[in-house]
């Protein structure tokens, strides 16, 4: 029985794979295919994330984000402490999300 996925995947899935006695079909893909595919799957953990229906299912989907976020900085050529240090100088300048606030409109002057 074949399956088609075309998608990415974690660097051991094909041992495993491979493992379970069937044939994985992979290849390397190129910088700018790389970074298609990261952004494909950033939306596919996210449904996953969203479709989660326990707190232990969640942290497992936002441990497979995070792993991706770390993908997509590696890429970019950035370290994980710079976008944490990004994020920390926006937070003091914006705020964070603590409060929960939802800007339902702004009505002008």
Known sequence: ??????????????????????????????????????????TEELEEVRSATSIEERKKELADKLELLIAMVEYNGFTLQEIIDEANMKRQKNGGFKKRLLLEKVIGK
Do not use: T
């Open 1 to 42: 029985m074949e399956q088609i996925y075309n998608k990415l995947v974690r660097d051991n899935i094909p041992n495993i794979i491979e493992a379970n006695g069937e044939v994985p079909i992979y290849r390397k893909l190129s910088d700018e295919e790389y970074w298609n595919y990261l952004l494909l799957k950033d």
